[in-house]
C-alpha cells in the first residue's frame, strides 16, 4: 500500500487531491462523501458582503470554459458563523480562500479567519485589485511580497499564495512570495480570455472577458507548476485543467506536492474519489512506496537520435 | 450528508422525433436515479460526435419517469451543439446522466383544481405535473401555446393524465395575450383555480403573474438560466428575484428550478 500522504509546510494530508476554489461547496456532499478529500478549499470570500458579476457567467470554448462569476460574497462574518461550522464534522482540513482590494484589507481578512476550525488560508492574490490599477497582485513581484507580508504579519496559520498564468514573471513573483512568508504556492487561477458570438458580434460573457479553465488550461498550469517548483524551497499545489489520473501524475512529476481539480468535477461531480483511488492503485501497481517520491521526479528531456549526431562542419 | 444525487451511464432505448423541432429521448435508467419530482432536471453530458464537443454538461428537465419500468425521459429542442449532438444518439448507446436536480413543484394539500399555461420546450417542465395531479385526484386544466398546431407537444400525455386541454397557436391567432387572457379568467370564473403554473415565456409569466396577484391566487414557475455544475456550487446560473421588497439573488439550480410565481422578474424570465 502507497504511502499517499503529503506535506505542505505543517499541514499532513490524507492525500494529494483537493478541490479548487470557486468550484467546490458543502453541495457536493450530496455525491459523494467528502471526508475522503485531502482538504477542503472554501469559494473566495471578502471581507465585505459583494455582489457578482452579470449573467451569462460562464460559456463553453473547446476543451473548456470560461467564466466571469467574479466573487459574489456574503462577507466574512457570514462565513464565520455559517460556514466554518458546517465543515467541522467532514474531517478534512479547511482552507479558506480570502481576497481583498488592498494589502491591508488582505491583512484583516487573514486575521478574522484566524479561528478555530480554519486550517490554512490560500490568498487568492490573482483577482483585480484597487491599489495595482486593476492588476492583481500576483501580476508583479513587488505587489505580491507587499500582500503576501501583509497576510503573513496578521495570521499564524499556513498561508498558501495562488498565482495567477497572467503574469510575465512567474518565477520573480513565486520567489517574492516565499521570501514574504507563504507556506506554500498554487499554480494556477484562470488565464484571462475572450469568446465573441459572431451572429450577434456580442461577447458571449456578460462580462465581456472571463477566465479559461479546463483542459485548455492545462499547458499553461503545468509548465508554471515546474516553474515554480524549481523556483521556490515551499511546496507547490498544481491546479489547472486536471482530469484525469495521468493529469495529476504530470503535475506531480513537474514538481507539485498535491493537487486542485476544478472545472472537471462540473463535467464528472464523482470525478475526486475515483482519482484517489486511481493514485493509489497506479502507484501500487508501479511499486511507488510513497506518494512524495513521485514529487518533482522530472526527468531530463530525452532528444531524438538525430539530435545527437553532430552538425556537418561547414 | 448522504449522496442522493447520482452520476449514471444509462442506455438509450429511443431517441425519436417528436415533431419538426424536438425530439424524444427514453432511457433505461437504474432505480436510484429514479427518486424524482415534477418540475427537477438532470444534467446531461451530451456525447462528443465529430462535428460536436459540447464542454459543459446541459440542463435538462424531467419529462417522464418511471420507477417499475425503470425509465427516464427527456423531450428537448434542437437548437445548439449539445442538443444536436443528443440528437444523433441511437438505441443502445450509452450517457451520462446527473440528478435528480433542483428543488421541483409542490402541491399544497388543500388544492383541488391547477391550471397550467405552457409554450414551447416548457411543455415538457409542466407535463410530470399532470402525472402527479392525476396521481393525487386533482383537477388539471392545460392551457399549451405553440407557434403551429404541429409544434404543440405533450397533449397527448397531458390528456393521457386526465388533464383538460386548451390549445392556442400564433397560426390561429389564439394565443394573442388578450385572448389567452380571457381563457384564464373564464376559467377561474367556472369552475375555479387554487393555484396556477408556468415558465419559459417572458409574456405568458407577466400575463400569469398579474391575473394570479389579482385573484389572490398561488402560482409557481420553473425557471431556465445557463448552469455549468448544476449543483449549487459555481454560481453562474444566478437570477434575480423580488422578495420581501428587495431583489435578491437565488441559484436556479438549487434553490429553483421553481420559484413562486410572484417572486419572478419577467423581464428576466427565459
Ligand atoms: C432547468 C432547465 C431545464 C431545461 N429543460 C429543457 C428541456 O426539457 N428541453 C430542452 O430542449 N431544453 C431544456 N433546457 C435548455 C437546455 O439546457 C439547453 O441549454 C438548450 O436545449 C440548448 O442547448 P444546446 O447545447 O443545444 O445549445 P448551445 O447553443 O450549444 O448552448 C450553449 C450553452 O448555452 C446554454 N443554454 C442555451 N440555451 C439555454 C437555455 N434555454 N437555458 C439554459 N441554458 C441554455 C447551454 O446549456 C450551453 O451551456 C433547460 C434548461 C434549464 C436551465
Ligand atoms: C466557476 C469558477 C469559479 C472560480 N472561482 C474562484 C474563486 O472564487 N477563487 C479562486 O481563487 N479561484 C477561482 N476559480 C479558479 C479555480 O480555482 C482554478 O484555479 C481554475 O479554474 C483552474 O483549474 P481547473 O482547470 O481545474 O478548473 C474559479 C474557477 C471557476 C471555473
Ligand atoms: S449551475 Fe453551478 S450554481 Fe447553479
Same mark, same amino acid.
Given at each position: 500500500?502507497?504511502?499517499?500522504?503529503?506535506?505542505?509546510?505543517?499541514?499532513?494530508?490524507?492525500?494529494?487531491?483537493?478541490?479548487?476554489?470557486?468550484?467546490?461547496?458543502?453541495?457536493?456532499?450530496?455525491?459523494?462523501?467528502?471526508?475522503?478529500?485531502?482538504?477542503?478549499?472554501?469559494?473566495?470570500?471578502?471581507?465585505?458582503?459583494?455582489?457578482?458579476?452579470?449573467?451569462?457567467?460562464?460559456?463553453?470554448?473547446?476543451?473548456?470554459?470560461?467564466?466571469?462569476?467574479?466573487? @459574489?460574497?456574503?462577507?466574512?462574518?457570514?462565513?464565520?458563523?455559517?460556514?466554518?461550522?458546517?465543515?467541522?464534522?467532514?474531517?478534512?482540513?479547511?482552507?479558506?480562500?480570502?481576497?481583498?482590494?488592498?494589502?491591508?484589507?488582505?491583512?484583516?481578512?487573514?486575521?478574522?479567519?484566524?479561528?478555530?476550525?480554519?486550517?490554512?488560508?490560500?490568498?487568492?492574490?490573482?483577482?483585480?485589485?484597487?491599489?495595482?490599477?486593476?492588476?492583481?497582485?500576483?501580476?508583479?513581484?513587488?505587489?505580491?511580497?507587499?500582500?503576501?507580508?501583509?497576510?503573513?504579519?496578521?495570521?499564524?496559520?499556513?498561508?498558501?499564495?495562488?498565482?495567477?498564468?497572467?503574469?510575465?514573471?512567474?518565477?520573480?513573483?513565486?520567489?517574492?512570495?516565499?521570501?514574504?512568508?507563504?507556506?506554500?504556492?498554487?499554480?494556477?487561477?484562470?488565464?484571462?480570455?475572450?469568446?465573441?458570438?459572431?451572429?450577434?458580434?456580442?461577447?458571449?460573457?456578460?462580462?465581456?472577458?472571463?477566465?479559461?479553465?479546463?483542459?485548455?488550461?492545462?499547458?499553461?498550469?503545468?509548465?508554471?507548476?515546474?516553474?515554480?517548483?524549481?523556483?521556490?524551497?515551499?511546496?507547490?499545489?498544481?491546479?489547472?485543467?486536471?482530469?484525469?489520473?495521468?493529469?495529476?501524475?504530470?503535475?506531480?512529476?513537474?514538481?507539485?506536492?498535491?493537487?486542485?481539480?476544478?472545472?472537471?468535477?462540473?463535467?464528472?461531480?464523482?470525478?475526486?474519489?475515483?482519482?484517489?483511488?486511481?493514485?493509489?492503485?497506479?502507484?501500487?501497481?508501479?511499486?511507488?512506496?510513497?506518494?512524495?517520491?513521485?514529487?518533482?521526479?522530472?526527468? +531530463?528531456?530525452?532528444?531524438?537520435?538525430?539530435?545527437?549526431? @553532430?552538425? +556537418?562542419?561547414? | 450528508?448522504?449522496?442522493?444525487?447520482?452520476?449514471?451511464?444509462?442506455?438509450?432505448?429511443?431517441?425519436?422525433?417528436?415533431?419538426? =423541432?424536438?425530439?424524444?429521448?427514453?432511457?433505461?435508467?437504474?432505480?436510484?436515479?429514479?427518486?424524482?419530482?415534477?418540475?427537477?432536471?438532470?444534467?446531461?453530458?451530451?456525447?462528443?460526435?465529430?462535428?460536436?464537443?459540447?464542454?459543459?454538461?446541459?440542463?435538462?428537465?424531467?419529462?417522464?419517469?418511471?420507477?417499475?419500468?425503470?425509465?427516464?425521459?427527456?423531450?428537448?429542442?434542437?437548437?445548439?451543439?449539445?442538443?444536436?449532438?443528443?440528437?444523433?444518439?441511437?438505441?443502445?448507446?450509452?450517457?451520462?446522466?446527473?440528478?435528480?436536480?433542483?428543488?421541483?413543484?409542490?402541491?399544497?394539500?388543500?388544492?383541488?383544481?391547477?391550471?397550467?399555461?405552457?409554450?414551447?420546450?416548457?411543455?415538457?417542465?409542466?407535463?410530470?405535473?399532470?402525472?402527479?395531479?392525476?396521481?393525487?385526484?386533482?383537477?388539471?386544466?392545460?392551457?399549451?401555446?405553440?407557434?403551429?398546431?404541429?409544434?404543440?407537444?405533450?397533449?397527448?400525455?397531458?390528456?393521457?393524465?386526465?388533464?383538460?386541454?386548451?390549445?392556442?397557436?400564433?397560426?390561429?391567432?389564439?394565443?394573442?395575450?388578450?385572448?389567452?387572457?380571457?381563457?384564464?379568467?373564464?376559467?377561474?370564473?367556472?369552475?375555479?383555480? =387554487?393555484?396556477?403554473?408556468?415558465?419559459?415565456?417572458?409574456?405568458?409569466?407577466?400575463?400569469?403573474?398579474?391575473?394570479?396577484?389579482?385573484?389572490?391566487?398561488?402560482?409557481?414557475?420553473?425557471?431556465?438560466?445557463?448552469?455549468?455544475?448544476?449543483?449549487?456550487?459555481?454560481?453562474?446560473?444566478?437570477?434575480?428575484?423580488?422578495? =420581501?421588497?428587495?431583489?435578491?439573488?437565488?441559484?436556479?439550480?438549487?434553490?429553483?428550478?421553481?420559484?413562486?410565481?410572484?417572486?419572478?422578474?419577467?423581464?428576466?424570465?427565459?
Amino acid at each position: 500500500m502507497t504511502d499517499l500522504t503529503t506535506r505542505i509546510g505543517s499541514l499532513t494530508l490524507a492525500n494529494p487531491i483537493m478541490p479548487a476554489s470557486g468550484t467546490f461547496s458543502a453541495e457536493l456532499g450530496e455525491v459523494f462523501d467528502l471526508s475522503c478529500l485531502g482538504a477542503l478549499v472554501t469559494k473566495t470570500v471578502t471581507e465585505a458582503r459583494r455582489g457578482g458579476n452579470p449573467t451569462p457567467r460562464v460559456c463553453e470554448i473547446e476543451g473548456g470554459m470560461l467564466n466571469s462569476i467574479g466573487i @459574489p460574497s456574503k462577507g466574512i462574518d457570514a462565513f464565520l458563523r455559517d460556514q466554518v461550522p458546517l465543515w467541522r464534522d467532514v474531517g478534512a482540513p479547511l482552507v479558506v480562500s480570502i481576497s481583498a482590494d488592498t494589502a491591508e484589507d488582505f491583512a484583516r481578512a487573514a486575521e478574522k479567519m484566524t479561528v478555530p476550525g480554519v486550517a490554512a488560508i490560500e490568498a487568492n492574490i490573482s483577482c483585480p485589485n484597487i491599489e495595482a490599477d486593476g492588476h492583481a497582485f500576483a501580476m508583479l513581484p513587488d505587489t505580491t511580497f507587499e500582500a503576501i507580508a501583509r497576510i503573513r504579519a496578521a495570521t499564524h496559520l499556513p498561508l498558501w499564495a495562488k498565482l495567477s498564468p497572467n503574469t510575465g514573471v512567474l518565477r520573480e513573483v513565486a520567489r517574492a512570495a516565499e521570501a514574504a512568508g507563504a507556506d506554500a504556492l498554487v499554480t494556477t487561477n484562470t488565464a484571462l480570455g475572450l469568446a465573441i458570438d459572431v451572429r450577434t458580434r456580442r461577447p458571449k460573457l456578460g462580462n465581456v472577458t472571463g477566465g479559461i479553465s479546463g483542459p485548455a488550461l492545462k499547458p499553461l498550469a503545468l509548465r508554471m507548476t515546474w516553474q515554480a517548483a524549481s523556483s521556490v524551497a515551499i511546496p507547490v499545489i498544481g491546479c489547472g485543467g486536471i482530469a484525469t489520473r495521468d493529469d495529476v501524475l504530470e503535475f506531480l512529476i513537474a514538481g507539485a506536492s498535491a493537487v486542485q481539480v476544478g472545472t472537471a468535477t462540473f463535467r464528472s461531480p464523482a470525478l475526486m474519489p475515483r482519482l484517489i483511488r486511481e493514485i493509489e492503485e497506479w502507484c501500487d501497481a508501479q511499486g511507488v512506496a510513497r506518494l512524495a517520491d513521485l514529487v518533482g521526479s522530472l526527468a +531530463p528531456a530525452d532528444p531524438a537520435p538525430h539530435d545527437l549526431v @553532430p552538425e +556537418p562542419q561547414s | 450528508m448522504t449522496p442522493k444525487v447520482h452520476e449514471a451511464l444509462v442506455e438509450v432505448v429511443s431517441n425519436d422525433a417528436a415533431n419538426a =423541432d424536438y425530439r424524444l429521448l427514453h432511457l433505461a435508467a437504474p432505480d436510484h436515479i429514479l427518486d424524482c419530482k415534477p418540475g427537477q432536471f438532470f444534467q446531461i453530458l451530451c456525447p462528443e460526435t465529430g462535428a460536436e464537443r459540447p464542454f459543459l454538461r446541459r440542463p435538462m428537465s424531467i419529462y417522464g419517469w418511471d420507477r417499475a419500468q425503470g425509465r427516464l425521459s427527456f423531450l428537448y429542442k434542437v437548437s445548439g451543439a449539445g442538443t444536436r449532438a443528443l440528437a444523433g444518439l441511437r438505441p443502445g448507446d450509452r450517457i451520462d446522466v446527473l440528478g435528480p436536480l433542483g428543488r421541483g413543484f409542490t402541491l399544497a394539500p388543500d388544492w383541488r383544481r391547477l391550471l397550467v399555461l405552457a409554450r414551447g420546450v416548457g411543455l415538457a417542465t409542466l407535463a410530470p405535473l399532470a402525472a402527479e395531479a392525476q396521481r393525487r385526484g386533482l383537477a388539471l386544466t392545460a392551457i399549451c401555446s405553440a407557434r403551429t398546431p404541429e409544434l404543440a407537444l405533450s397533449l397527448d400525455r397531458f390528456r393521457a393524465h386526465g388533464a383538460e386541454v386548451r390549445l392556442v397557436t400564433d397560426s390561429d391567432g389564439t394565443s394573442d395575450p388578450a385572448r389567452v387572457r380571457a381563457l384564464i379568467e373564464d376559467e377561474i370564473a367556472g369552475p375555479g383555480v =387554487d393555484a396556477v403554473f408556468t415558465c419559459g415565456s417572458r409574456r405568458l409569466t407577466s400575463l400569469l403573474q398579474e391575473i394570479a396577484a389579482r385573484h389572490g391566487l398561488p402560482g409557481q414557475i420553473a425557471m431556465e438560466q445557463q448552469m455549468a455544475c448544476g449543483l449549487g456550487m459555481c454560481q453562474c446560473c444566478v437570477r434575480p428575484f423580488r422578495r =420581501d421588497g428587495r431583489i435578491v439573488h437565488d441559484r436556479v439550480c438549487r434553490e429553483g428550478p421553481v420559484f413562486p410565481l410572484a417572486e419572478a422578474i419577467p423581464e428576466a424570465a427565459a
